[in-house]
């Protein structure tokens, strides 16, 4: 494969958000999380929350790949953790929408910090991260990966919230909550299997 120093700054970014783009709309469970997630929070709280924790994870992805492979089995059980509490946070009784306006700012500040935790504390080791740290590692650039990796998240997360604000207007409050915490404890479920049967 051909070295990759030569290439513009650009060309790296925009490889890594096609790359990463694709791998997360084909496989990955975090569409579902985030969906969920939209059901509960306001939009504006759950995209700050996951594109925090997606430039955070895209930033260790490119910084410590090789000790993320390793620690799998760990990786894999905070994953279920995290999952489970998520679940925990969205069966809770959804807040009165006539609140002052400093219970408001609260009720989005717990909001962007629950969506935060459940997409940085889960999915670790991922394909995506994987094709940004292979990139940092070919190109000898971080910023580059990290930056077009960050951005192909964020756009995944865009599209599941969209999904998530339709799926408001259409259902009850209560058919969404049960929805979403069982989605939660789903995707918890499957996190412990791959302890199990890896």
Known sequence: MSHL???SFGYIALLSFWTVFLAELVGDKSIYSIASLSIRYSAAAVFSGIT?????KMLVAVLLVRL??????????ISAIAFFI?????????????KPADKQKDAWGKGMAVCFAALFLTEWGDPSQVAVAALSLKSQSLLAPWLGGTLAMAAKGGMAIAV???????????????????????????????????
């Open 5 to 7: 120093t030569g290439w």
């Open 52 to 56: 925090l924790a997606f430039a955070g």
């Open 68 to 77: 993320l492979v390793r620690l799998h089995f760990w990786t894999d059980m």
């Open 86 to 98: 998520s679940a925990r946070f969205l069966w809770l009784k959804e807040p009165e929408p006539s």
């Open 164 to 198: 998530g604000l339709k799926l408001r207007q259409r259902f009850s409050q209560q058919v969404l909550r049960t929805v979403a915490t069982a989605s939660f404890v789903v995707l918890g479920i499957l996190a412990l299997r791959s302890l199990v049967f890896p």
